[in-house]
C-alpha cells in the first residue's frame, strides 16, 4: 500500500531512529517496535548494513519500513531500491529534494530555519523534520517558527528524550517526534525495545 508523507506521520507519535549495526538484529528490533506499537521505522543509512537492514525488516508484518541520514540523490536511489517506504534526510538541498519530490516517496527533509522551510514550501512540500530540535532552540524555536508557516507541520528529531517527547507532541504543528532512545546502542534485550516501543506509543 501506498502511503502519503501524512500517513507516515500518524502511524504512531514516535518515528524511532535506528543504527543498526547487525543485519541479524533488525527483524527481532522490528517485530518488538511493531509490538510495542511503533510502526513507522527510521534505518539511517549510518551503517554499513543499513541498505540491507531496510530489505530484512521490511519483511515484518506491519513495520512501515524507511530511510535516515539519506544526504543525496544516490543513496536515495539506493534506499528505494532496497523498499524504503518513506525518506528522511538531516537536511534539504535541491538535488534530494527535486529527486525525492520527482519519485513520489514521502520525504521529510531536515529544516531549522526559516529559509530551509521557505526552501521546502518553494518546491511544494510541507512536511518537515526539526533537526536538531533540541539544540536548534528546542520547542520555542519550533513554535516560533510555526507560526508564520501555519500549513507546516513537524516531526522534530534530535535530543528529544521520553521525557520531553509530551511537550513536542502537544504543539498543534507538531505531528511527531523522531528519536533514538527506543533503541539504545549496543546490547539490548527485545523486551527492553518493545517495553520502550510500548511507553513511546502511548505518548500524547
Ligand atoms: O541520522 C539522521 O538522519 C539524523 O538526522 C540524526 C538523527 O535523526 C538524530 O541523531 C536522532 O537524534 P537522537 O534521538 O538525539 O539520537
Known sequence: MTLTVDDILAL???I???????VEDAVP??????????F????????????????????VEGAVVGAGTVLNPAQLDEALEAGARFIVSPGLTEPLGQAAIASGVPFLPGTATAA??????DMGLSRFKFFPAETSGGLPALKALA????????CPTGGI??????????????????????VPKGPIEVA?????????????
Open 29 to 38: 528490533i522490528a517485530q518488538a517496535l511493531v509490538k510495542g506499537g511503533l
Open 147 to 154: 507560526a508564520p508557516f501555519h500549513q507546516a507541520r513537524f
Open 16 to 22: 524511532p531512529v535506528l543504527v543498526i549495526e547487525r
Open 192 to 204: 527492553t525495545i518493545e517495553r520502550l516501543a510500548r511507553e513511546a506509543a502511548v505518548l500524547a
Open 116 to 121: 530551509d522551510i521557505m526552501r521546502g514550501m
Open 161 to 182: 528524550t521520553a521525557q520531553s517527547a509530551p511537550q513536542w507532541l502537544a504543539e498543534p504543528a507538531v505531528h511527531c517526534v523522531g528519536g533514538s532512545w527506543v
Open 12 to 14: 504512531a507519535p514516535v
Open 40 to 59: 513507522a521505522l527510521e534505518v539511517t543509512l549510518r551503517t554499513p548494513a543499513a541498505l540491507d537492514v531496510i530489505r530484512a525488516m521490511s519483511t
